[in-house]
């Protein structure tokens, strides 16, 4: 006897790809016609089975959301608060699309700020790890952490203190200049202590006291107070120092480097052109100090010192 045919022309069997593998014939006709394998976005009623949803744009579990939370084949995104296209590995999200303020990127080292990220050039002075590699770490020199506009690097200081470890440190508030060779800075008009300086390429001479071209000078208080130029560190880093403090008069003049309030190196400054090089490798965490301190141990109206080098920071 030869197999009746259907209204389509042909009959309809398990396994001939004819229906949704998904549906189930709920009638006298099966009424889909999407084609698809796995939603039912056409107009039966009670033929969806659902799925495991995945991310690819269709309602797999039949519960009228596409791709949500928990999908299979989430990707992780992560946040990009500074908006440079790298993204903060402490900060993600799973999900099947790209969140706005996401990136699939997880390799910025400060997702507080834009001009730091992988492949960013090294910024001289700032003591800030612009390219998020250790290894890449530039030397502040300390005479340019200094200008005519006062502080054009941030975390530079100058000021004086009542003790040699920064102990009672305040920040100077005048800034002026000597025939335009020379910036000074101190507490206020007339006022000591003060730093010095010269930014010419020649040595200036000042009341008995050279100053060597390009230099910072450093000049304490009559009442024992240190000059002192303190560096604040912006963030947990490791850092290398290496200056050279110099005698800029005839006196013997007491010069200490304190880290974090701790004895680095310290000496004493026999006359002009005595030095007491200063050197060493150290961390630092957000907030510490480390100050580079002249106190007075001799005649006041001297004890002038000089302080040349510079700061490396990772």
Known sequence: ??????????????????????????GSADTDTDADTDSDTDSDTGDCIALAETCNGLDDD?????????????SVYFADADDDS??????????????????????DCDDAQGDV????????????DNDCDPSTAVAMNIYESFSATANPFGNWSFGDAIE???TGFTAFARYAEFDASVDYWEIAEGGEPRAYRNHTAADWVYASVNFAAKSIVLHPGPAGQFAVLRWTAPASTECQVAVTFDGRDSTTTAVAT??????????VVSGFGAT?????????????????????????????TGLVGTLACR
């Open 1 to 26: 006897m030869a197999p009746s045919v259907g209204a389509l022309g042909g009959p309809r069997s398990a396994g001939s790809g004819a229906a949704d593998p998904e549906r189930t014939i709920t």
């Open 62 to 74: 039949c519960d009228g959301s596409v791709d949500e939370a928990g999908a299979a084949g989430e």
């Open 164 to 166: 040699a470890d920064g």
């Open 258 to 267: 304190y880290v974090g309030g701790v004895l680095l190196s310290g000496g």
């Open 276 to 304: 007491v090089p200063v050197s060493g490798t150290f961390l630092v965490s957000a907030g510490d100090t480390v100050d580079f301190s002249v106190g007075m141990d001799g005649n006041y109206y001297y004890d002038s």
């Open 86 to 107: 790298f993204g903060d590995a402490g900060s993600s999200v799973t999900a099947c699309a790209l969140p706005e303020g996401y990136v699939s990127d997880n390799t």
């Open 117 to 128: 990220h992988p492949g960013h050039l090294e910024v001289g002075n700032d003591g800030v």
